[in-house]
């Protein structure tokens, strides 16, 4: 056991400042332990959202030395001895108070998101899938929407005004899910994404990839993917017939 | 927000009020408002954060995919077996018919499960399951489940808005706690309760409520249960006036981390110990060898040499006894612990590594592997894990209808953990997803049904006014810090509550946690109403006390032991005891215990069991009654 020093922003949407608390730490324990701790014995009124603490809900986003992290999968042994650790909130979203943010821009984008179209004529039983074809959607699936990678997207961090226009790789992985999906009746997932979500705004710098938690590949199996597609489809001339004649949303779906 | 704003109460009303988001109230919600009810949906958490997600087997359902010998009547069975046939057979039999139907309709909202090489939804052996019945994503189906509901919820708003129906047509609210229910002659009208972010309060009249809150884990110093499950739904049902079943059955997993801190409460799958992990106790004894017991000596070697033959040649050796029951297990190590032979943080060591390479490690058990290297920095390939029983899942509950989900107060239903009857004494491993499918659809028809025939209710200012009191008190009383509160009752419940029981300890229980009742009313809250977690636990803690007692109580009168219950000064199944359940309800504000008969099986159902086994269970009356396995094929 150690006494460490940590910087915890308190505030809310109006303004606030760090606030500093020398905290004991164990052996084996990792940033969601401290802040429970200074709850408990310093400042029961600490504003922080989480749930399973064992990484598998995605509620406890922060971000520690400016890096997004997951709380309770951020082990203090990666720090320093006598290194003070600082936790501030996610910076794309507004501040709840202290360490919670207002994340429903988030789920605002996911209502916007068409949902899952049953394919016609499939009675509930009658679904038959391939594992290598689903595997391919269920990368995506994987995501607990802690929102690590909408909330480090440049496009959006410290942009604003790029909010309305673009959904955000969470929103990206879903449509690729989509796109994907062996059934899904659906066939514009792809011209969906790059009109109404904004995929071109994304100059695919990865950082999305390098902060996923589940470390799903979201840059290289989802929006490279789309993007492509997308790209291919515009540029294709009989492609570009063909949506001339036949509108797109009626399409059968090719596979 | 302006303060006057949060010092007005937020006026809202709908059809069908759900409380809770995870699976059982994310199901009922999407019936509800398809049969045309105007529904609200709270949610603790955010909108999919719920404990559901934690799940990780799979859901059971008898489709018959792997092997096509399943059906309903063998899952009816297995399911009656492990709760031992204390379950009401009612539930279980519906959930055995309906499971299939309930897996098969997530497929038409998007859920991709695993496949079979013919393309159908795989499905995996389990603990119990006769056949490979359990739909699963790898390990993470209950993520799969949740995203599926809440993906379905938004999609109905999606076709409201289509159709020009107004927002509130269905809202989830979510990061908002109920804290009371409101009820008139009999029947529930209403809801209060808080939003977290801003502690801004809200009335909500409905003339059907869904509670779907979950567990009590949190009541437990050692759990796997996230900090929302704090029997909310329990205790609010008790304080309308309906009533709890089977408290005293709770179950504790065998193998839960307890050290380090950032993983204690997490299980360590039975997998560590089926591919050659064993149990040590703090003096390097492999223990296990010192609890078989008598009846189960022809399968458990007791020797290391032949239960090491075992993991190589099955057929002509006894298996090792760290393979005995769940309960068994979870008896010997907590001997362990109480002998001064524990670790220093109050388990025992579950060693792998030194008895396999940490190629076969990682090969073998690639998840448990990740997952402590990740959240813990522990190598299970080069260390022994401290492991010990952690709080896994509440089989007691609301007492329901087993059709209609309904309690005793009329327009309130309750599914999923938070209901009581299905698990009977003991749940099955996957039988937890498919009873909150189950159950949360029923829930949600029978709701919306009784809010058809149902008047719209008002609430009053008076009662209004009584709530926002009772809600702000913490910030005025001058007693305890509500952290240090919840401490001392998961001390409690820990050290006299916990897997192993004894009618002296639950007596002592019972005097703490009454000397606990006035330190909780007094509880304080510092700070401003805004997002306050401190707050929101002093709150909580009412919730858990009153639960803590019920099941205290409950495990004190029960004098057998049966599935999630175990009293080392009554051992064995009593099958009178089988007859009984403990009802708890609130008299005064105090708990109250009465004996209640178990629902009888119907002859037909008796009929599907031998009776050689059910003379395991049952007096003879009750079996000799039924017809033979024949007459009722």
Same mark, same amino acid.
């Given at each position: 056991?150690?006494?460490? !020093? ?26 969601? @332990? ?184 979201? !840059? ?28 797109? @949303? ?6 | ?306 239960? @090491? ?74 260390? $022994? ?18 059709? !209609? ?51 719209? $209710? ?11 009191? @009772? ?156 017809? !033979? ?5």
């Amino acid at each position: 056991m150690s006494e460490r !020093t940590f910087r915890v922003w308190r505030g809310d949407a109006d303004g606030g400042e760090f606030a500093e608390f020398d905290v004991a730490v164990n052996e084996g324990e990792v940033i969601l @332990d401290v802040v429970h701790r200074i709850q408990a014995e310093q400042a029961p009124d600490l504003a922080v959202r989480w749930n399973c603490k064992a990484g598998k809900c995605g509620s406890c986003s922060a971000e520690v030395n400016g890096m997004p992290r997951l709380m309770c999968m951020t082990r203090m042994n990666l720090f320093e001895e006598g290194q003070t650790v600082t936790i501030t909130p996610l910076r794309t979203f507004p501040v709840v108070r202290d360490l919670v943010t207002d994340v429903s821009f988030n789920y605002e984008k996911a209502r916007s998101m068409p949902a899952f179209a049953p394919p016609e004529g499939l009675q509930p039983g009658e679904y038959r899938m391939q594992q290598v074809d689903v595997e391919r959607s269920q990368e995506f699936r994987k995501c607990i929407e802690c929102f690590l990678c909408q909330n480090t997207c440049h496009v959006v961090r410290d942009h604003e005004e790029n909010k309305p226009p673009f959904s955000g790789p969470r929103l990206f992985i879903r449509a690729a899910e989509l796109d994907m999906h062996p059934l899904d009746a659906r066939a514009d997932r792809r011209e969906q994404a790059q009109d109404d979500q904004g995929l071109g705004l994304c100059n695919i710098t990865k950082c999305c990839t390098e902060v996923c938690p589940e470390h799903i590949k979201i !840059t290289d199996n989802a929006i490279i993917p789309m993007k492509e597609r997308v790209a291919g489809d515009r540029y294709d001339p009989l492609v570009w017939l063909g949506r001339k004649i036949f509108r797109k @949303d009626k399409a059968a779906k090719a596979e | 927000m302006s303060d006057n704003d949060i010092n007005e109460v937020e006026h809202l009303s709908c059809d069908v009020l759900v409380i809770g988001a995870g699976g059982a109230g994310l199901r009922a919600a999407v019936e509800a408002r398809l049969a045309g009810k105007s529904v609200i949906v709270i949610s603790k958490s955010l909108f999919g954060k719920a404990h559901t997600v934690m799940a990780e087997g799979g859901a059971a359902a008898a489709m018959g995919n792997v092997n096509a010998n399943d059906n309903w009547q063998v899952h009816f069975r297995d399911t009656m077996r492990g709760g031992k046939f204390l379950n009401n057979y009612r539930m279980a039999e519906l959930h055995a018919q309906e499971a299939p139907d309930r897996i098969w309709e997530l497929e038409t909202y998007g859920a991709l499960f695993d496949r079979t090489a013919d393309g159908r939804i795989s499905q995996r052996n389990f603990g119990g399951h006769e056949y490979p019945r359990l739909a699963h994503v790898g390990d993470r189906t209950g993520l799969e489940l949740i995203r599926t509901l809440q993906q379905k919820l938004v999609s109905l708003q999606q076709d409201d808005e289509a159709a020009g129906e107004s927002r509130d047509r269905l809202q989830v609210i979510d990061e908002t706690t109920i804290t009371e229910l409101f009820t008139a002659g009999g029947a529930v009208k209403g809801a209060f309760g808080y939003r977290r972010g801003t502690g801004r309060f809200m009335a909500i009249a409905a003339p059907a409520i869904v509670l779907a809150t979950g567990g009590i884990g949190r009541s437990f110093k050692v759990t796997s249960n996230s900090w929302e499950y704090t029997g909310d739904g329990h205790a609010l049902a008790l304080r309308a006036g309906a009533k709890l079943i089977n408290m005293e059955f709770i179950q504790f997993h065998p193998t839960g981390m307890v050290w380090p801190p950032s993983v204690r409460g997490i299980l360590v799958t039975e997998s560590v110990r089926g591919d050659g992990g064993v149990l040590k106790n703090s003096d390097g004894e492999r223990f296990m060898f010192g609890y078989i017991p008598e009846v189960f000596k022809a399968q458990y070697a007791d020797n290391p040499d032949e239960a @090491d033959r075992w993991y190589t040649d099955p057929d002509h050796n006894r298996r090792p006894p760290e393979l005995l029951p769940r309960d068994e297990v979870a008896r010997a190590i907590n001997a362990e612990v109480k002998a001064g032979r524990g670790t220093e943080h109050g388990g025992v060591y579950l060693d792998i590594a030194s008895r396999r390479s940490a190629e076969y490690i990682r090969e073998r058990l690639p998840s448990m592997h990740h997952q402590f290297k990740e959240l813990a920095d522990v190598d299970i390939t080069a260390a $022994p894990m401290e492991v010990g029983p952690t709080c896994h899942y509440i089989m007691g509950g609301i007492e329901v209808d087993a059709d !209609t989900t309904a309690s005793a107060v009329a327009g309130l239903f309750a599914a999923g953990e938070v209901s009581g009857g299905m698990h009977g004494s003991n749940r099955l491993g996957g039988n937890s997803l498919s009873d909150l499918l189950v159950f949360g659809k029923r829930a949600g028809e029978y709701a919306a049904a009784h809010a058809s025939a149902a008047e719209s $209710p008002k609430l009053s200012e008076a009662e209004i006014a009584a709530a926002v009191e @009772d809600a702000l008190r913490p910030f005025g009383n001058d007693g305890e810090n509500p952290y240090a509160l919840q401490d001392a009752m998961q001390q409690i419940n820990g050290r006299l509550v916990g897997i192993i029981r004894r009618a002296g300890e639950l007596e002592e229980a019972l005097t703490e946690l009454a000397a606990l009742e006035e330190r909780i009313a007094n509880v304080t809250a510092i700070g401003g109403r805004a997002y306050n977690p401190g707050w929101h636990l002093a709150l909580d803690l009412r919730n858990m006390y009153v639960c803590s007692v019920a099941t205290a109580m409950a495990a004190l009168e029960r004098d057998e032991s049966r599935g999630g219950h175990t009293r080392e000064d009554a051992p064995g199944m009593d099958p009178q005891w089988r007859k009984v359940n403990l009802v708890a309800s609130l008299e005064d504000g105090a708990v109250r215990l009465e004996r209640k008969a178990v629902p009888a099986m119907t002859p037909e159902l008796l009929g599907l069991f031998e009776q050689t086994e059910l003379s395991k269970y049952m007096t003879p009356e009750e079996y000799q009654s039924s017809p !033979t396995e024949e007459e009722s094929r």
